[in-house]
């Protein structure tokens, strides 16, 4: 398999655990590379103060195709993301090394 750079789209205010378990776990997938995309340059703001820069541009030259969902705050919401884009088992095999054992099985 090959590795795809996957855009994690990001605006001021963003949970930094959730973007913490999102960029993990597809990561851990081995098959993306997650990129924060945000609408310019400039340093973004979580919730508690943690700023982070993006790595493209919204619509600028790199900026990758393929864009993940906005964060949402539920692992079991991004384990079921991964679960469809690259199947049960490497969605179990990310809940596994997270050592969630709530993740529900399909």
Known sequence: H???DAGLPLADGFDE???AYTSDAYTRTNRSRVLVVAASEAPLASRH???VLP???AGAAGAPAA???ALDGSLDRVLSQVADAFGT???RRVALEFEYPGYPLR
């Open 2 to 4: 090959s590795v795809n």
């Open 17 to 19: 655990i959730a973007l």
């Open 49 to 51: 103060g943690l700023k």
């Open 55 to 57: 790595d493209r541009v």
């Open 67 to 69: 864009m993940l969902p």
């Open 89 to 91: 088992r490497t969605a």
